[in-house]
RNA sequence: CGGGGUGUAGCGCAGUCCGGUUAGCGCGCCAGCUUCGGGAGUUGGAGGCCGAGAGUUCGAAUCUCUUCACCCCGACCA
């Protein structure tokens, strides 16, 4: 194993290669057996669950309530909604059958053509129809809205290629479904999920992100309106890492939910649904990471602190190890978790090169030298710096340090995502920067999908969103020439 | 779905063009000794239906056909 760990390929050469090492050496997760799925192992699953942990609380906050639909959706709720269908049908998996037996001609198990399904089950995409089927049971009247739910749930779409956490055939996910009484409420809503998703993105991932609008072309099928988080992966290129979409009346009108106004009419319920999805992981792992592995953000870090003794024979083992707990428990008392490895078939410095990989924060290693000296060795996984500082008040030392590495990791990509947002004004210069240096482009357009279609065919690059933040500015589309009253964020993404 | 590639030990691979003892190598694994402040050294050992099926041949990992799986590049997407 040693040796494999250090041939992780420089970014450089084979980005998505090395992607792909990290996350399967870094122990997150691998390939499965089934077309297009993973297994995500408990180390990957402890930094999703601690994602989710953190998402669900800032749900709650915000007035939100867990409830959990049918993974299979009748056939025909897909076609009530018509772009719904449209944006989905090229990538659902069917349910046709409900029974196997044996093969008469004796190979094994066959689909029992006798249990064919009168109507066919989809295994849900997302799940906008099953939830607007069952709302039209629980809104009759102004005085039932609004309905803020959420679930938490995996979904699955037919992917043609896939890729770890970015494009799994299966994934976790939640979706939140709100039901409103008026226009301005929904649309409020899906604005206020759009910036806890930025919240969580920035103050727990430590990813910057833009938050804007979709371009008609880019928007959610069945979406009046869709609101993005846009991060920026170290490779220079854009990742959609959350959406909120107001849905107007569109689900309401397709399955009939209409409900009693206060001024005595009916009207259609409004719609929201927003989700964010195990891809954040991806995320997490593209935008921090270095040539030594994965470099975690200690709020999500499943171990924050790993000790490692330092030691001649079984006594001296034992010693430091007495010694480690001593500090473990301290830093326990203070709600940082902490892992003591003291295995003896592996020398230190092979702990030191995996635990970089997995990403712990710090790292304290405490051999005779330094009992002697009543110091410990701590490094920090982000600057790899190593400082030998005093054993009396590590616990305080440990906290701030880990308080300030959430803030350094931010920071970092911060600065690299806000070097990488180039202003162009000609097709030429907007053709260079992407090849060239990548990261965000904000260009001018001229606001028609035919434009943003050609652009996207001649350069691979998409209009990520137009920024919430964009002051109108006149100008000319980098593409057509026409006049523009802003500019847009473009990029190549995953 | 198009174009390319790969299936040989737990992992990474060589061998395949040009068929020929008992199929190799590195890492890992097991046992012993020496080590232990940045991915240990050494000695011994275990581990294989060469992806699956059919064929050609005295003989197949190697040739032919069929099939399955996975990976990469496109089109599609959170």
């Not at 629980?138 to 959420?150: E, K, M």
Request: with cysteine.
């Amino acid at each position: 194993m040693a040796k494999e760990l250090k041939q992780l390929t420089p970014r450089e050469e084979n980005y998505s290669q090395w992607y792909n090492d990290l996350v399967v050496k870094a122990g997150l997760a691998e390939n499965s057996a089934v077309r297009g799925c993973m297994v995500i192992k408990p180390y990957g699953y402890a930094i999703w669950e601690k994602m989710q942990r953190a998402l669900d609380d800032m749900f709650k906050a915000t007035g939100h309530q867990n409830a959990y639909f049918p993974l299979f959706i009748p056939k025909s709720f897909f076609s009530r909604e018509a772009d719904h269908v449209e944006g989905f049908a090229k990538e659902c998996a069917v349910v046709t059958h409900y029974r196997l037996m044996n093969d008469p001609e004796g190979n094994g198990v066959v689909v029992d053509p006798e249990a064919r399904l009168e109507e066919e089950l989809i295994v849900r995409p997302t799940s906008e129809t099953i939830i607007w089927n069952t709302y039209k049971n629980w809104i009759h009247s102004y005085r039932d809205l609004p309905i803020l739910c959420n679930q938490w749930a995996n979904v699955v779409r037919w992917e043609m290629r896939t890729r770890l956490f970015l494009r799994t055939a299966e994934f976790l996910w939640q979706e939140g479904h709100t039901a409103h009484e008026t226009r301005e409420e929904a649309i409020e809503e899906a604005q206020k999920m759009i910036r806890v998703y930025a919240d969580f993105a920035e103050n727990w991932m430590g990813v910057p992100v833009i938050m804007g609008t979709k371009s008609a072309n880019e928007r959610f099928a069945g979406a009046v309106d869709t609101f993005t988080i846009e991060a920026l992966m170290q490779d220079g290129k854009a990742l959609q890492s959350g959406t909120s979409h107001f849905l107007g009346q569109n689900f309401g009108k397709a399955f009939d939910v209409q409900f009693a106004t206060r001024e005595g009419g009916m009207d259609y319920a409004w719609a929201t649904s927003w989700g964010v999805s195990t891809r954040l992981m991806g995320a997490l792992i593209m935008a921090h990471s270095d040539n030594n592995g994965l470099v975690l953000p200690p709020k999500l870090a499943p171990i924050q602190v790993v000790m490692i003794p330092i030691y001649k024979g079984d006594e001296e083992l034992r010693r430091m190890t007495e010694e480690l707990e001593k500090i473990a428990s301290k830093l326990r008392a203070k709600g940082i978790s902490v892992k003591i490895d003291n295995r003896d078939n592996v020398r230190s410095g092979f702990k030191f090169a995996e635990y970089e990989l997995k990403g712990v924060p710090v790292r304290l290693v405490v051999g005779p030298r330094d009992l002697a000296n009543g110091t410990v060795e701590m490094m920090r996984r982000d600057t790899l710096e190593k400082e030998n500082v005093a054993l009396e008040g590590i616990e305080n030392l440990v906290e701030k340090t880990l308080e300030e590495m959430q803030q350094t990791i931010f920071q970092k990509a911060l600065s690299f995502r806000n070097s990488m947002i180039t202003k162009v004004d000609s097709w030429e210069e907007f053709k260079d920067v992407l090849e060239n240096k990548g990261g965000f482009i904000l260009a001018h357009w001229d606001g028609t999908t035919e434009t943003e279609v050609a652009i996207k065919e001649a350069t691979k690059a998409t209009i990520r969103c137009i920024p919430f933040d964009t002051v109108d500015e006149e100008g000319t589309c980098v593409f057509s020439g026409k006049p523009s009253h802003r500019r847009v964020l473009f990029a190549r993404s995953y």
